[in-house]
Protein backbone atom coordinates (compact mmCIF):
# COMPACT_ATOMS: atom_id res chain seq x y z
CA UNK A 1 0.00 0.00 0.00
CA UNK A 2 1.21 3.58 -0.73
CA UNK A 3 2.47 5.52 2.62
CA UNK A 4 1.96 8.99 3.06
CA UNK A 5 2.51 11.64 5.54
CA UNK A 6 5.42 10.16 7.02
CA UNK A 7 6.01 12.63 9.32
CA UNK A 8 2.83 11.77 11.13
CA UNK A 9 3.06 7.72 10.61
CA UNK A 10 6.48 8.51 12.50
CA UNK A 11 5.06 10.54 15.47
CA UNK A 12 2.12 7.58 15.34
CA UNK A 13 4.53 4.70 15.94
CA UNK A 14 6.88 6.52 18.94
CA UNK A 15 3.48 6.96 20.67
CA UNK A 16 2.54 3.16 20.19
CA UNK A 17 5.77 2.34 20.82
CA UNK A 18 5.46 3.89 24.21
CA UNK A 19 2.25 2.01 24.51
CA UNK A 20 3.21 -1.19 23.77
CA UNK A 21 5.70 -0.60 26.79
CA UNK A 22 2.53 -0.12 29.36
CA UNK A 23 0.80 -2.42 31.28
CA UNK A 24 1.42 -6.19 31.40
CA UNK A 25 -1.11 -9.15 30.25
CA UNK A 26 -0.19 -12.97 30.53
CA UNK A 27 -2.74 -13.88 27.64
CA UNK A 28 -5.59 -11.12 27.28
CA UNK A 29 -7.70 -14.07 29.72
CA UNK A 30 -10.83 -12.20 30.29
CA UNK A 31 -11.38 -10.83 33.61
CA UNK A 32 -14.71 -9.70 33.61
CA UNK A 33 -18.32 -11.98 34.38
CA UNK A 34 -19.75 -10.78 31.04
CA UNK A 35 -16.38 -10.75 28.98
CA UNK A 36 -16.39 -14.90 30.73
CA UNK A 37 -19.30 -15.94 29.66
CA UNK A 38 -18.58 -14.69 25.68
CA UNK A 39 -15.24 -16.04 25.93
CA UNK A 40 -16.18 -19.75 26.21
CA UNK A 41 -17.68 -21.18 23.14
CA UNK A 42 -21.02 -21.11 22.53
CA UNK A 43 -24.09 -23.55 22.83
CA UNK A 44 -23.82 -24.63 19.71
CA UNK A 45 -21.59 -27.53 18.33
CA UNK A 46 -20.14 -26.01 14.57
CA UNK A 47 -20.03 -27.15 10.79
CA UNK A 48 -16.99 -25.42 8.98
CA UNK A 49 -17.60 -25.57 4.97
CA UNK A 50 -14.71 -24.19 2.63
CA UNK A 51 -16.00 -23.03 -0.69
CA UNK A 52 -19.57 -23.78 0.56
CA UNK A 53 -21.09 -21.31 -1.53
CA UNK A 54 -19.95 -19.41 -4.87
CA UNK A 55 -19.35 -16.61 -5.63
CA UNK A 56 -18.81 -13.24 -5.52
CA UNK A 57 -18.02 -10.95 -8.93
CA UNK A 58 -14.35 -11.47 -8.35
CA UNK A 59 -15.52 -15.30 -8.65
CA UNK A 60 -14.19 -15.89 -4.94
CA UNK A 61 -15.98 -18.51 -3.31
CA UNK A 62 -17.49 -18.09 0.29
CA UNK A 63 -17.05 -20.44 3.06
CA UNK A 64 -19.08 -20.86 6.00
CA UNK A 65 -19.15 -21.38 9.23
CA UNK A 66 -22.43 -22.20 10.86
CA UNK A 67 -24.44 -24.05 13.75
CA UNK A 68 -24.28 -27.71 12.83
CA UNK A 69 -28.01 -28.21 13.89
CA UNK A 70 -28.99 -25.54 11.29
CA UNK A 71 -32.28 -23.71 12.39
CA UNK A 72 -33.14 -26.49 15.39
CA UNK A 73 -36.64 -25.47 17.12
CA UNK A 74 -37.18 -23.01 14.54
CA UNK A 75 -34.50 -20.39 15.16
CA UNK A 76 -33.10 -18.18 12.49
CA UNK A 77 -29.75 -17.27 12.92
CA UNK A 78 -27.87 -13.97 12.22
CA UNK A 79 -25.75 -13.62 9.69
CA UNK A 80 -22.05 -12.44 9.92
CA UNK A 81 -20.31 -11.24 6.99
CA UNK A 82 -16.43 -11.93 7.46
CA UNK A 83 -13.59 -9.44 5.46
CA UNK A 84 -9.99 -10.59 5.69
CA UNK A 85 -6.65 -9.30 5.81
CA UNK A 86 -4.80 -8.63 2.76
CA UNK A 87 -3.40 -12.01 1.22
CA UNK A 88 -5.34 -14.01 3.89
CA UNK A 89 -7.80 -16.38 3.48
CA UNK A 90 -10.66 -17.15 6.29
CA UNK A 91 -8.94 -20.39 7.52
CA UNK A 92 -6.50 -18.29 9.23
CA UNK A 93 -9.30 -16.92 11.05
CA UNK A 94 -10.69 -20.62 11.73
CA UNK A 95 -10.39 -20.14 15.48
CA UNK A 96 -12.07 -16.77 15.91
CA UNK A 97 -15.09 -17.49 13.03
CA UNK A 98 -15.73 -21.16 14.81
CA UNK A 99 -16.40 -19.00 18.27
CA UNK A 100 -19.24 -16.65 16.70
CA UNK A 101 -20.57 -19.99 14.97
CA UNK A 102 -21.08 -21.40 18.38
CA UNK A 103 -22.38 -18.45 19.53
CA UNK A 104 -25.46 -19.18 17.00
CA UNK A 105 -24.18 -17.20 14.15
CA UNK A 106 -24.11 -17.98 10.54
CA UNK A 107 -20.66 -16.57 9.18
CA UNK A 108 -20.13 -15.96 5.24
CA UNK A 109 -16.31 -15.56 4.95
CA UNK A 110 -15.56 -14.28 0.96
CA UNK A 111 -12.32 -15.72 0.00
CA UNK A 112 -11.27 -12.38 -1.66
CA UNK A 113 -7.27 -11.61 -0.15
CA UNK A 114 -8.13 -7.81 -0.93
CA UNK A 115 -11.00 -6.80 0.86
CA UNK A 116 -10.77 -2.79 1.60
CA UNK A 117 -13.73 -1.70 -0.88
CA UNK A 118 -16.40 -4.19 1.06
CA UNK A 119 -18.03 -4.99 -2.18
CA UNK A 120 -17.62 -8.62 -1.61
CA UNK A 121 -18.08 -8.85 1.73
CA UNK A 122 -21.26 -7.27 1.08
CA UNK A 123 -21.84 -9.56 -1.62
CA UNK A 124 -21.50 -12.29 0.57
CA UNK A 125 -24.54 -11.21 3.51
CA UNK A 126 -26.50 -10.90 0.88
CA UNK A 127 -26.15 -14.48 -1.14
CA UNK A 128 -26.52 -15.98 2.06
CA UNK A 129 -29.74 -13.45 2.65
CA UNK A 130 -31.09 -14.23 -0.98
CA UNK A 131 -30.84 -18.18 -0.32
CA UNK A 132 -32.53 -17.99 2.77
CA UNK A 133 -35.25 -15.95 1.05
CA UNK A 134 -36.26 -19.15 -1.23
CA UNK A 135 -38.64 -21.08 -0.65
CA UNK A 136 -36.79 -24.04 -0.67
CA UNK A 137 -32.91 -25.53 -0.17
CA UNK A 138 -30.55 -25.87 2.48
CA UNK A 139 -31.09 -22.40 4.32
CA UNK A 140 -34.13 -21.77 3.60
CA UNK A 141 -36.02 -19.63 6.46
CA UNK A 142 -33.20 -20.74 8.34
CA UNK A 143 -31.46 -17.43 8.67
CA UNK A 144 -32.70 -14.34 9.76
CA UNK A 145 -32.28 -11.69 7.02
CA UNK A 146 -33.27 -8.60 9.06
CA UNK A 147 -29.70 -9.18 11.39
CA UNK A 148 -26.97 -9.08 9.64
CA UNK A 149 -23.25 -8.02 11.01
CA UNK A 150 -19.86 -7.47 9.60
CA UNK A 151 -16.32 -7.84 11.21
CA UNK A 152 -12.90 -7.65 9.58
CA UNK A 153 -9.87 -7.49 10.36
CA UNK A 154 -6.78 -5.09 9.14
CA UNK A 155 -7.60 -4.35 4.98
CA UNK A 156 -10.86 -6.36 5.68
CA UNK A 157 -11.56 -4.17 8.72
CA UNK A 158 -12.15 -1.18 6.36
CA UNK A 159 -13.78 -3.52 3.94
CA UNK A 160 -16.39 -4.39 6.89
CA UNK A 161 -17.06 -0.36 7.39
CA UNK A 162 -17.47 -0.17 3.60
CA UNK A 163 -19.63 -2.89 3.39
CA UNK A 164 -22.36 -1.75 5.89
CA UNK A 165 -21.90 1.89 4.46
CA UNK A 166 -22.66 0.79 1.40
CA UNK A 167 -25.07 -1.89 2.49
CA UNK A 168 -28.51 0.73 2.46
CA UNK A 169 -29.36 -1.03 6.07
CA UNK A 170 -28.56 -4.68 5.15
CA UNK A 171 -25.81 -4.49 7.09
CA UNK A 172 -26.30 -2.99 11.05
CA UNK A 173 -23.43 -3.69 12.95
CA UNK A 174 -19.94 -3.75 12.17
CA UNK A 175 -16.62 -4.85 14.33
CA UNK A 176 -13.16 -3.73 12.35
CA UNK A 177 -10.34 -5.50 14.30
CA UNK A 178 -7.11 -3.48 13.76
CA UNK A 179 -8.40 -0.97 11.47
CA UNK A 180 -5.68 0.74 10.33
CA UNK A 181 -4.65 4.33 9.81
CA UNK A 182 -5.67 6.31 6.71
CA UNK A 183 -1.65 6.95 5.75
CA UNK A 184 -2.26 3.13 4.88
CA UNK A 185 -5.20 3.61 2.13
CA UNK A 186 -3.68 2.76 -1.17
CA UNK A 187 -6.63 4.87 -3.19
CA UNK A 188 -9.90 6.03 -1.47
CA UNK A 189 -11.70 3.59 -2.23
CA UNK A 190 -9.71 1.04 -0.37
CA UNK A 191 -9.65 3.33 2.59
CA UNK A 192 -12.55 3.77 5.63
CA UNK A 193 -13.99 6.97 6.51
CA UNK A 194 -16.24 6.83 9.48
CA UNK A 195 -17.61 10.28 9.24
CA UNK A 196 -19.65 9.43 6.15
CA UNK A 197 -21.40 6.59 8.47
CA UNK A 198 -24.86 7.22 8.54
CA UNK A 199 -26.49 4.47 9.69
CA UNK A 200 -25.36 1.35 12.08
CA UNK A 201 -23.39 0.47 15.34
CA UNK A 202 -19.74 0.28 15.67
CA UNK A 203 -17.38 -1.86 17.83
CA UNK A 204 -13.50 -0.79 17.01
CA UNK A 205 -11.11 -3.57 18.86
CA UNK A 206 -7.25 -3.24 18.48
CA UNK A 207 -4.30 -3.85 20.19
CA UNK A 208 -1.56 -1.60 22.29
CA UNK A 209 1.54 -2.66 20.12
CA UNK A 210 -0.20 -2.46 16.54
CA UNK A 211 1.62 0.77 15.05
CA UNK A 212 -0.80 -0.02 11.99
CA UNK A 213 -3.97 0.49 13.93
CA UNK A 214 -2.72 2.68 16.96
CA UNK A 215 -5.57 4.06 19.55
CA UNK A 216 -3.86 6.64 20.02
CA UNK A 217 -4.07 10.64 17.98
CA UNK A 218 -1.18 12.95 18.39
CA UNK A 219 -1.90 16.51 18.31
CA UNK A 220 -2.15 18.17 15.18
CA UNK A 221 -1.60 14.71 12.95
CA UNK A 222 -4.86 15.24 10.17
CA UNK A 223 -7.90 13.09 9.50
CA UNK A 224 -8.76 9.49 10.81
CA UNK A 225 -4.79 7.98 11.79
CA UNK A 226 -6.02 6.45 15.19
CA UNK A 227 -9.13 4.25 16.16
CA UNK A 228 -9.80 7.36 18.89
CA UNK A 229 -10.05 9.00 15.52
CA UNK A 230 -11.97 7.16 13.91
CA UNK A 231 -14.20 6.81 17.03
CA UNK A 232 -14.67 10.61 17.36
CA UNK A 233 -15.80 10.72 13.62
CA UNK A 234 -18.43 8.58 13.82
CA UNK A 235 -21.56 10.69 13.68
CA UNK A 236 -24.30 10.99 16.11
CA UNK A 237 -26.76 9.16 16.52
CA UNK A 238 -25.05 6.01 15.81
CA UNK A 239 -24.10 3.91 19.07
CA UNK A 240 -20.34 3.37 19.03
CA UNK A 241 -17.65 1.44 21.35
CA UNK A 242 -13.79 1.22 21.25
CA UNK A 243 -11.52 -0.55 23.58
CA UNK A 244 -8.07 -1.14 22.94
CA UNK A 245 -6.50 -4.60 24.49
CA UNK A 246 -3.58 -4.25 26.45
CA UNK A 247 -0.23 -6.52 24.59
CA UNK A 248 -1.58 -7.51 21.17
CA UNK A 249 0.16 -6.40 17.85
CA UNK A 250 -1.45 -6.26 14.33
CA UNK A 251 -1.71 -10.48 13.60
CA UNK A 252 -3.00 -11.62 17.15
CA UNK A 253 -6.77 -12.24 15.88
CA UNK A 254 -5.00 -14.83 13.62
CA UNK A 255 -4.00 -16.77 16.97
CA UNK A 256 -5.44 -20.41 16.70
CA UNK A 257 -5.87 -19.80 19.96
CA UNK A 258 -1.87 -18.52 20.20
CA UNK A 259 0.73 -17.51 18.47
CA UNK A 260 2.39 -20.56 17.34
CA UNK A 261 1.34 -20.75 13.69
CA UNK A 262 1.50 -16.88 13.32
CA UNK A 263 4.51 -15.69 11.68
CA UNK A 264 4.96 -12.29 12.80
CA UNK A 265 3.04 -9.52 14.66
CA UNK A 266 0.96 -11.68 17.39
CA UNK A 267 1.80 -11.28 20.73
CA UNK A 268 -0.62 -13.22 22.42
CA UNK A 269 -3.34 -14.64 20.37
CA UNK A 270 -6.65 -14.50 19.76
CA UNK A 271 -7.57 -14.59 23.17
CA UNK A 272 -8.72 -11.16 23.97
CA UNK A 273 -10.89 -10.98 21.11
CA UNK A 274 -13.39 -13.73 21.69
CA UNK A 275 -15.29 -12.26 24.81
CA UNK A 276 -16.81 -8.68 24.24
CA UNK A 277 -16.85 -9.01 20.67
CA UNK A 278 -18.99 -11.90 20.57
CA UNK A 279 -20.90 -10.23 23.27
CA UNK A 280 -21.60 -7.10 21.03
CA UNK A 281 -23.08 -9.31 18.62
CA UNK A 282 -25.31 -10.79 20.59
CA UNK A 283 -26.36 -7.32 22.05
CA UNK A 284 -26.66 -5.87 18.35
CA UNK A 285 -28.09 -8.92 16.58
CA UNK A 286 -29.42 -11.38 19.20
CA UNK A 287 -30.94 -8.91 21.25
CA UNK A 288 -28.79 -10.24 24.30
CA UNK A 289 -29.98 -8.35 27.40
CA UNK A 290 -27.07 -9.51 29.55
CA UNK A 291 -24.18 -9.30 26.43
CA UNK A 292 -25.45 -5.29 26.38
CA UNK A 293 -24.52 -4.31 30.07
CA UNK A 294 -21.13 -4.96 28.78
CA UNK A 295 -20.73 -1.39 27.16
CA UNK A 296 -23.22 1.06 28.74
CA UNK A 297 -21.46 4.25 29.97
CA UNK A 298 -20.37 4.77 32.24
CA UNK A 299 -21.25 1.48 34.26
CA UNK A 300 -20.47 -1.22 31.57
CA UNK A 301 -18.53 -4.27 32.22
CA UNK A 302 -15.41 -2.98 29.97
CA UNK A 303 -14.70 0.06 31.26
CA UNK A 304 -13.47 -1.70 34.29
CA UNK A 305 -11.32 -4.51 33.22
CA UNK A 306 -8.47 -2.35 33.35
CA UNK A 307 -6.04 -5.53 33.36
CA UNK A 308 -6.66 -6.32 29.33
CA UNK A 309 -8.51 -3.00 28.18
CA UNK A 310 -7.55 0.37 28.21
CA UNK A 311 -8.98 3.73 26.23
CA UNK A 312 -12.69 2.18 26.33
CA UNK A 313 -15.15 4.67 25.63
CA UNK A 314 -18.78 4.45 24.52
CA UNK A 315 -22.25 5.98 24.03
CA UNK A 316 -24.03 2.77 24.48
CA UNK A 317 -26.91 3.50 27.03
Given amino acids: ?23 CATTNLPTGTIEKKYFAAGPWAVTYKPSGECCDTNNNAFDLYYPTNLGANGFQHPIITWANGTNTLPVGYDYFLRHLASWGFFVVATRDPNTGTGATALEAAV ?21 IGAA ?24 PIELP ?24 VDGSADFISPPLQPPGVPKEQSIAAYYDAVPPPLV ?18 DCSAVAFGCTYGVY ?7 AWLMDQLQGDAYAHKAFVKPAGEIFFQIKNWIFVDSNVQ
Fill in 152 to 175: GHSQGATGAINAMKNSGGTIQTVI
Fill in 240 to 257: KVKGTLVGPNHADILGQP
Fill in 272 to 278: GYLGYPT
Fill in 181 to 204: SQIWCSSSANCADTSTLVAGSIFF
Fill in 1 to 23: MTITRRGAFSRLLVVVTLLSTTG
Fill in 127 to 147: HMANLSNQATGTYAGKLDVHH
